[in-house]
């Protein structure tokens, strides 16, 4: 799936070989942007599973991811559901990068 910055929501569908049988993936990118909050919370009424990606280069950010994910955390769909959410840290290689230490 191709990403730019976008201020709207990328739908795709994707196909993984090791996954045969289950049919393609529908897969949503949306932005982090603050005005895009809403309709984050509209898409977890269709999703199945949540990949969180965060920029370990930016440091500015990371009160804003603590508290969204925290608030993706705590909502209620999420613990009704059951829903998975996998964390993942993009520019970890780069030397400006936040480590684990965090």
Same mark, same amino acid.
């Given at each position: 799936?191709?990403?730019?910055?976008s201020?709207k929501?990328?739908?795709?569908k994707?196909?993984?070989q /090791?996954?045969e049988?289950?049919?393609?993936? $529908?897969?949503? $990118?949306c932005?982090?942007?603050q005005r895009?909050k809403?309709k984050?919370a509209?898409?977890?009424k /269709?999703a199945?599973?949540?990949v969180?990606?965060?920029?370990?280069e $930016?440091k500015?950010?990371l009160?804003?991811?603590? !508290?969204? #994910?925290? /608030? #993706?955390m705590?909502?209620? /769909?999420?613990? !009704?559901?059951h829903?998975?959410i996998?964390?993942?840290f993009?520019?970890?290689?780069?030397?400006?990068a936040?480590? !684990?230490?965090?």
């Amino acid at each position: 799936v191709q990403s730019v910055s976008s201020l709207k929501a990328l739908r795709d569908k994707i196909s993984i070989q /090791e996954l045969e049988g289950i049919g393609p993936l $529908d897969v949503v $990118d949306c932005p982090g942007h603050q005005r895009m909050k809403g309709k984050a919370a509209d898409l977890i009424k /269709e999703a199945r599973c949540i990949v969180y990606l965060v920029d370990s280069e $930016d440091k500015q950010r990371l009160k804003d991811v603590a !508290e969204h #994910l925290y /608030e #993706l955390m705590t909502n209620p /769909e999420v613990l !009704e559901l059951h829903m998975p959410i996998l964390l993942a840290f993009n520019k970890i290689d780069l030397p400006s990068a936040r480590t !684990e230490k965090f």
